[in-house]
């Protein structure tokens, strides 16, 4: 019931709405109640409303509003990029992204591998019956 | 970040007579939505100030002021003088925000909401940024905390653009963070 991910100084966010979606930023202050100020390796620090924003669970460690290098650098050192595309929520978008640029040949060699990782499948589910029956 | 209202540096003067060569130069610094509104607001303070209007004097520059920085976090605090439904009055408030012209329509949306008081009957005294120690007001004090943390507690999931937004859905929300 407590909460889990709070906003705080470090906290890495992803976009959910508006120019920069999908993309991760991390707080790096906060103005006032609804808006923080937001930053990335590739955007100009800006400020950005917490609608647009859904907290994860990674956290740098930084002091308030860093510059950039250092901002980089911890990045690096909590080794943001390697946390988030291991953890499940970042795999799915990961998962998503490559569905979602998929040409016709791609999606005719998913159809076959599927067909084949199936029939695998029912092989082996016959020779379980078999056993058992 | 687009805001509504600009910020304009304008500068004028009344015409030329026989009797006064050089007239004094009057500058101003002003909000407007754009340069025609800014001229239009200079002359209607400098008619209250001086004995010029607009039909004898002259405009001698129009620039726009813009942030200088506008990723830094400021503690702004605006005086303002605004006409009510019974009289006027003066008020001091405070914001934090980038940059002044963010916390300018800040405060116009704010008289608005709180004060019923439309955009023409506001007029700007002054503004100031404000070292987070003078600050008065304590909304804008309780983020003056470097270790601030809080959790967001209402969570609204919505579509990621408007065209995918539907009136329908298939299920309740869940609003929990």
Redesign the interface.
Known sequence: MP?K?????GRVALV??GKD?GKLVVIV????QNRA?VDAPDM????MN??RL??TDIKIEI???PNKKTLIAALEAGDVKNKWENSSWGRKLIVQKKRASLNDFDRFKIMLAKIKKAGVVRQELAKLKKETA | ?SYKFHQFQVVGRALPTESDEHPKIYRMKLWATNEVRAKSKFWYYLRKLKKVKKSNGQMLAINEIFEKN????KNYGIWLRYQSRTGYHNMYKEY???TLNGSIEQMYTEMASRHRVRHHCIQVIKTATIPAKLCKRE??KQ?HN????????F??V?P??RKLKTTYKASRPNLF?
């Open positions: 909460f991910r709070y906003v705080e100084v959910n709405y979606y202050d906060v103005i006032d100020l100009v620090r800006g400020q917490f609608k859904t907290l002091k308030r509003v | 970040m506008p990723t830094t976090i934090r925000d980038t909304s804008t983020f470097s270790k601030i943390k809080f959790p967001l507690v969570k609204k919505r990621p653009t963070v």
